[in-house]
C-alpha cells in the first residue's frame, strides 16, 4: 500500500487526514507548532495534530520545511506522495520532488479562481454562487499546478467563511479519497490550469476588516460574512471599534439616510450605506461582550441617528 505523508493545520484539513486514514497507509503528520491563544495564552495543538495524535501517528511541527534537517525528516519516512490541506506553508523543490508520486493539494476554489490563501473568503466576499474544492498537484507556483479533480459546491445566501469552509472540508476529503487511487495507479493525467479566469485571495489581515459605509449594503452584507469568524469586521461608534458580527442587507430600503447614518427600523435598527441599508443583528462594542442589537439599544439610546465610522485620535 502506498505510503502517505499529510500536511494540514486547520479544521478544514481534518476529514482528509481521517479519510487518508481510513484506505491508506499515513506514515507522518506535519502541522503548525502548538501557539499560544485565549485570554491565558495557553499553548494550543492544531485541529489536525489532535486528530494526529488520536490515530496515534507520527506528527512533526517544523518551524519552517525550508532546512535541510526537515526535509531530511521528511525522507525518512520515504512517502510515495504528500497530501496537503491547508498547512501554512510554502513547500520548497526540495520537498515538492521528494515523494516519487509528487505533492497533491486539497484547495478550497475551483481553480484557476481563487488561487492564494484565503479564496473562501474571496469567493463569497465577490458575491460567486458556486466554489468548490480542487485536487491539484503542487508546483513552486502559489496555487498554479496542474488539477486532477474538481468538484463544485453553491454557495448559501447565509454562508459564513466558516460555514462554507466546513462544507467543503467534507468535499475536499471525499474528493482526495476518490482521487488518489487511480492517480497512484497511473490512470489519472493531471491536466493545465485554464489561463483564462485567474483571481488571487490574499491572506486576511487583522485589521482588514474596517466597514465603507458608502458600498451596496449588500456588498457589506458578504464582506461581514466572508470575514466571520476572523478577522471580523468592524466601524467605529462615539470613537469606540464596534465590531459587527451578524447583520443582513435590505437593499429595497428607500429611507433618506446618508451612508453611516445609523437608522430605526420596526425590529431594531440599521445602517444607511450606498445603496440600500443594512439591519444590524448582533454588535459588540469594544470592552464589551456581544449581544443582540435591541438589546444594546436599550443602554444606548442616542445610537439610533448617530454617524458610523468616523475614528477619533
Same mark, same amino acid.
Request: net charge negative; proline share 8%.
Given at each position: ?5 499529510f500536511?494540514g ?9 481521517e479519510a487518508l486514514v ?14 499560544p491563544?485565549g485570554r491565558?495564552r495557553?499553548?494550543h495543538q492544531?485541529?489536525?495534530k489532535?486528530?494526529?495524535?488520536k490515530?496515534e501517528?507520527p506528527?512533526y511541527q517544523?518551524?519552517?520545511l525550508r ?7 521528511l525522507?525518512r519516512w520515504q ?14 523543490g ?6 516519487r508520486?509528487?505533492?497533491?493539494n486539497?484547495?478550497?476554489s475551483l481553480l484557476p479562481?481563487? *488561487?492564494? =490563501? ?5 469567493a !463569497? %466576499? +465577490?458575491?460567486d454562487e ?7 498537484k503542487?508546483?513552486p507556483?502559489l496555487?498554479t499546478g496542474?488539477?486532477?479533480t ?5 454557495i448559501?445566501?447565509?454562508?459564513t467563511?466558516?460555514?462554507?469552509m466546513?462544507r467543503?472540508?467534507y468535499v475536499?476529503?471525499e474528493?482526495v479519497a ?8 497511473g490512470d489519472l493525467?493531471?491536466?493545465p490550469?485554464p489561463?483564462d479566469?485567474?483571481?488571487?485571495a490574499?491572506?486576511l489581515e487583522?485589521?482588514e476588516g474596517e466597514?465603507d459605509?458608502? *458600498?451596496? =449594503?449588500v456588498?457589506?452584507?458578504?464582506? !461581514? %460574512? +466572508?470575514?466571520?469568524?476572523w478577522?471580523g469586521?468592524f466601524?467605529f461608534w462615539?470613537g469606540?471599534?464596534?465590531k459587527v458580527?451578524e ?5 429595497a430600503?428607500?429611507g433618506d ?6 437608522v430605526a ?5 440599521g445602517?444607511?450605506t ?6 444590524l443583528e448582533r454588535?459588540q462594542l469594544?470592552?464589551k461582550?456581544?449581544m443582540a442589537?435591541e ?10 441617528g ?5 475614528k477619533?485620535?
Amino acid at each position: 500500500m502506498p505510503s502517505v505523508i499529510f500536511m494540514g493545520t486547520p479544521r478544514f484539513a481534518v476529514p482528509s487526514l481521517e479519510a487518508l486514514v481510513s484506505a491508506h497507509t499515513v506514515v507522518g503528520v506535519v502541522t503548525q507548532p502548538d501557539r499560544p491563544a485565549g485570554r491565558g495564552r495557553d499553548m494550543h495543538q492544531s485541529a489536525v495534530k489532535k486528530a494526529a495524535v488520536k490515530h496515534e501517528l507520527p506528527v512533526y511541527q517544523p518551524r519552517s520545511l525550508r532546512t535541510a534537517e526537515a526535509v531530511d525528516r521528511l525522507a525518512r519516512w520515504q512517502p510515495d506522495v504528500v497530501v496537503v490541506a491547508a498547512f501554512g506553508q510554502i513547500l520548497t523543490g526540495d520537498v515538492l520532488d521528494l515523494p516519487r508520486h509528487g505533492c497533491l493539494n486539497v484547495h478550497a476554489s475551483l481553480l484557476p479562481r481563487w *488561487r492564494g =490563501a484565503a479564496p473562501v473568503a474571496g469567493a !463569497i %466576499r +465577490a458575491g460567486d454562487e458556486v466554489t468548490g474544492v480542487t485536487i491539484m498537484k503542487m508546483d513552486p507556483g502559489l496555487d498554479t499546478g496542474p488539477i486532477l479533480t474538481q468538484r463544485e459546491e453553491p454557495i448559501r445566501h447565509d454562508d459564513t467563511r466558516a460555514s462554507l469552509m466546513e462544507r467543503l472540508s467534507y468535499v475536499g476529503a471525499e474528493l482526495v479519497a476518490e482521487t488518489l487511487p487511480p492517480y497512484l495507479a497511473g490512470d489519472l493525467e493531471p491536466r493545465p490550469q485554464p489561463e483564462d479566469g485567474v483571481t488571487f485571495a490574499d491572506r486576511l489581515e487583522k485589521d482588514e476588516g474596517e466597514l465603507d459605509w458608502s *458600498r451596496p =449594503a449588500v456588498e457589506i452584507d458578504r464582506m !461581514i %460574512r +466572508a470575514f466571520r469568524p476572523w478577522p471580523g469586521t468592524f466601524t467605529f461608534w462615539d470613537g469606540r471599534r464596534l465590531k459587527v458580527l451578524e447583520a443582513s442587507p435590505l437593499p429595497a430600503w428607500d429611507g433618506d439616510a446618508p451612508p453611516g447614518r445609523v437608522v430605526a427600523l420596526d425590529d431594531g435598527a440599521g445602517v444607511a450605506t450606498g445603496d440600500g441599508a443594512l439591519r444590524l443583528e448582533r454588535i459588540q462594542l469594544a470592552g464589551k461582550r456581544a449581544m443582540a442589537v435591541e438589546v444594546f439599544l436599550r443602554g444606548a439610546r442616542d445610537f439610533v441617528g448617530s454617524c458610523l465610522g468616523h475614528k477619533t485620535d
